[in-house]
């Protein structure tokens, strides 16, 4: 039911365009978390190019998920920070261009980027452990340490081994507004096909600094949410990332 009713049709709704200007700018284009704690990160691009020397096809034929589950070992600031980047960080601005947002890594329906990136840090030099929210606009996390918040979120999931022992979880989630808006329930669609682009641009960059990557679906919406601070229906987590060593 909901793939035909997120198709378009001939007969379907024009997009009112001075309505979605209007509304997406009235739209964060990132969640702020003024309040929380600040985490500079080494610049995105450049420790992106640092952690890795492999070329797209050698990532792409390294890839593989660790069917033996991870194993706890940490890893780097640079490394964390490249990670991001790859997930959603800005790469140009097309503002000039008639564009509401700049591009990012990810691809995104109409260039709209409804999902926000969350970081489990569990073993990263540098950064305390704690859950912290990504600001691509500025290449920053905010987020205070919290040496409880890997066992609290892996009591919420099927596979909580994944979560406990990853170097780093991603949790991407969604703000589904910023695609329906403009989009409809077609938009909902977009939301969930970003979440994909933006896992494997996980996967490889995870390969190419020699860690591995499992995708993880398995997890209690609900109770996950209600840790996450979500109501679960605006905002929602859509998948996760758990990166370490693989077993």
């Known amino acids: ?59 792409v034929l390294g890839r593989m998920s660790p069917r033996a589950g991870l194993t706890p070992t940490s890893t780097s600031m640079d490394t964390l920070s490249g990670l991001l980047f790859a997930a959603a960080g800005v790469t140009h601005d097309e503002t000039a261009a008639g564009y509401s947002r700049p591009f990012r890594a990810t691809p995104s329906g109409g260039g709209l980027y409804p999902l926000e990136v969350f970081a489990l840090a569990n073993r990263v030099d540098g950064v305390a452990p704690g859950l912290y929210h990504y600001d691509p606009t500025s290449h920053v996390l905010r987020g205070n340490p919290d040496s409880q918040a890997a066992e609290r979120l ?49 996967n490889l960059a995870a390969v190419g600094a020699g860690l591995a990557a499992q995708n993880l679906g398995g997890f209690l919406d609900d109770r996950l949410d209600r840790e ?20």
Request: with cysteine.
């Open 154 to 202: 892996a009591n919420t999931f099927v596979q909580p081994d994944y979560v406990q022992n990853a170097a780093i979880m991603f949790l991407l989630t969604a703000l589904f507004e910023r695609a329906t808006v403009k989009y409809g329930a077609r938009g909902y669609r977009f939301t969930l096909l970003e979440a994909g682009h933006m896992a494997q641009n996980i």
């Open 228 to 247: 996450m601070d979500f109501d679960g229906l605006l905002q929602s987590t859509v998948y996760c990332v758990a990166v370490g060593a693989a077993a």
């Open 1 to 59: 039911m909901f793939h035909a009713n997120s198709k378009v049709t001939s007969a379907g709704p024009r997009f009112d365009l001075a309505a979605e200007a209007a509304r997406l700018g009235a739209l964060h284009e990132t969640l702020p978390h003024e309040l929380w704690a600040e985490t500079p990160l080494p610049p995105g691009a450049d420790a992106l190019r640092g952690i890795s020397s492999l070329s797209v096809g050698e990532a």
